[in-house]
T-cell receptor, first 118, second 115 residues
Framework: AQSVTQPDIHITVSEGASLELRCNYSYGATPYLFWYVQSPGQGLQLLLKYFSGDTLVQGIKGFEAEFKRSQSSFNLRKPSVHWSDAAEYFCAVGAPMYSGGGADGLTFGKGTHLIIQP | DGGITQSPKYLFRKEGQNVTLSCEQNLNHDAMYWYRQDPGQGLRLIYYSQIVNDFQKGDIAEGYSVSREKKESFPLTVTSAQKNPTAFYLC??????????????FGNGTRLTVT
């Protein structure tokens, strides 16, 4: 079965600074990878996804993520954060059920809470 | 616009009472899910449904029940048997389940408080 680790529970970044949120996964083949964002008291919104092809994927709100097979990572980046980016960010891995995927096909990390300093 | 509607946003109940959380989607998705979210624990799957009149237990189904009588609706009942029901509950849907590459679409959640 696949697993996801988000090593940072909290990250604090100054407004206008660059951001990188880490995500490491464990899976025997190339997984499907996702990043979701959750604002306080809201549901999760899909930021971007990687299925195959170009390892650098662009998402909404100016976010991008890079898949690095050698490091089993899918880190999320943004060149300049805005106060509105303060939220919880979840990395998720998808795998078909026939190869050990979860019932919903997605396994979520425990999230990284992003705090933006003025 | 298509989406998922969860109601109510906040729900308060006394211990020992069953309570039902509503989830409706107009995305024409086959699969629907219920998650529970507690601080620092990420999302935990309670139940999921791949098709009308069928549903399966997730990782933490004890004390919960669901039904899927219509494609659009997947209500969750939190029963008095659930020992720690106070949490944030999220409903989600996807075009299909089991292949790992269908993104989930989430509702805005229901915060349940049981005292």
């Amino acid at each position: 079965a696949q697993s996801v680790t988000q090593p940072d529970i909290h990250i604090t970044v100054s407004e206008g600074a660059s951001l990188e949120l880490r995500c490491n996964y464990s899976y025997g083949a190339t997984p499907y990878l996702f990043w979701y964002v959750q604002s306080p008291g809201q549901g999760l919104q899909l930021l971007l996804k990687y299925f195959s092809g170009d390892t650098l994927v662009q998402g909404i709100k100016g976010f991008e993520a890079e898949f690095k097979r050698s490091q089993s990572s899918f880190n999320l980046r943004k060149p300049s954060v805005h106060w509105s980016d303060a939220a919880e960010y979840f990395c998720a891995v998808g795998a078909p059920m026939y190869s050990g995927g979860g019932a919903d096909g997605l396994t979520f990390g425990k999230g990284t809470h992003l705090i933006i300093q003025p | 616009d298509g989406g998922i509607t969860q109601s109510p946003k906040y729900l308060f109940r006394k211990e020992g009472q069953n309570v039902t959380l509503s989830c409706e989607q107009n995305l024409n998705h086959d699969a629907m899910y219920w998650y529970r979210q507690d601080p620092g624990q990420g999302l935990r799957l309670i139940y999921y449904s791949q098709i009308v009149n069928d549903f399966q237990k997730g990782d933490i189904a004890e004390g919960y029940s669901v039904s899927r009588e219509k494609k659009e609706s997947f209500p969750l009942t939190v029963t008095s048997a659930q020992k720690n029901p106070t949490a944030f509950y999220l409903c989600a849907s996807s075009k299909r389940t089991g292949d790992g590459n269908s993104p989930l679409h989430f509702g805005n959640g229901t915060r349940l408080t049981v005292t």
